[in-house]
C-alpha cells in the first residue's frame, strides 16, 4: 500500500524560502497564513567555524493525527496513503485541530473562516506529479515519495542515512524526516 512521506536535506536546505513561495503560489494562500516556512536558529560556532542551518517545516502528515480525531464535524481528513486535509466546506473553524497539532501546521483564515493547511499538493500527487515545494526546490533539499515502495527515493533515504523526526515522543508517528546537518568543522 502506497504511504507519501517527505525526506528534507538541512545539509542541503539554504533558507532560499523558494519552497515558501512555491507553497503560497500553488496554493493561493491569504496573505496570514504559511504552510511551509523556513526557519534558522541562527549562526552557530564560533569564528572562524560557523556555519547556519535552516528548518523547513510543514504538516507532518502523521500516521496517527490528533487533529483528525479530535474534529467534531469530520473536516479533518486522512486518506488511505496517508495524506491529511481539510474538506473546507465540512470545516466549521472552529480551531480544535489547530490547538491539538503539536506542529503548528495548522490556520484558519479569518476571512475564509475554515483551517487550512498543507495537503503535500494531493492535487498534483493524484496525477503524478511532485508537490510543488519539492518541484521547486533548486537545491534539491526535498525529496518526495512512497516510504512503502524500496525503490523509491523517499525509502532509500530514510533506510541509508540517519533521519531524525520531529516529535516522535507523542505518538503521531510523524511522515516527513529529516536529514541533520554536519554543523561547523574545526
Known amino acids: 500500500m502506497t504511504r507519501?512521506?517527505?525526506v528534507l536535506d538541512k545539509r542541503r536546505c539554504i533558507g532560499c524560502q523558494s519552497c515558501t513561495v512555491a507553497c503560497r503560489t500553488w496554493?493561493?494562500?491569504?496573505?496570514?497564513?504559511?504552510y511551509n516556512?523556513?526557519?534558522t536558529e541562527g549562526v552557530l560556532g564560533e569564528f572562524p567555524y560557523v556555519h547556519q542551518t535552516f528548518t523547513p517545516l510543514l504538516c507532518m502528515h502523521?500516521?496517527?493525527?490528533?487533529?483528525?480525531?479530535?474534529?467534531?464535524?469530520?473536516?479533518?481528513?486522512?486518506?488511505?496513503?496517508?495524506?491529511v486535509w481539510v474538506e473546507a466546506t465540512k470545516c466549521m473553524g472552529c480551531k480544535v485541530c489547530v490547538n491539538s497539532c503539536p506542529y503548528g501546521?495548522?490556520?484558519?483564515?479569518g476571512a475564509e473562516g475554515?483551517?487550512?493547511?498543507?495537503?503535500?499538493?494531493?492535487?498534483?500527487?493524484?496525477?503524478n506529479e511532485q508537490p510543488y515545494c519539492v518541484a521547486t526546490c533548486h537545491q534539491k533539499a526535498r525529496t518526495f515519495g512512497d516510504l512503502?515502495?524500496?525503490e523509491s527515493d523517499v525509502s532509500k533515504l530514510v533506510n541509508?542515512?540517519?533521519?531524525?523526526?520531529?516529535?516522535?515522543?507523542?505518538?503521531t508517528d510523524p511522515q516527513v524526516y529529516y536529514i541533520p546537518d554536519l554543523g561547523g568543522a574545526k
Do not use: H, W
Open 105 to 109: 501546521a495548522r490556520d484558519v483564515n
Open 114 to 127: 475554515f483551517v487550512r493547511k498543507c495537503t503535500f499538493c494531493k492535487d498534483r500527487v493524484r496525477e
Open 37 to 39: 516556512p523556513v526557519v
Open 62 to 83: 502523521c500516521d496517527n493525527p490528533p487533529c483528525t480525531i479530535c474534529c467534531p464535524c469530520k473536516a479533518s481528513q486522512q486518506d488511505d496513503d496517508g495524506i
Open 160 to 171: 541509508s542515512l540517519v533521519t531524525e523526526r520531529i516529535f516522535v515522543e507523542l505518538g
Open 148 to 150: 512503502d515502495d524500496p
Open 27 to 34: 496554493n493561493e494562500l491569504p496573505m496570514d497564513i504559511i
Open 4 to 6: 507519501y512521506a517527505m
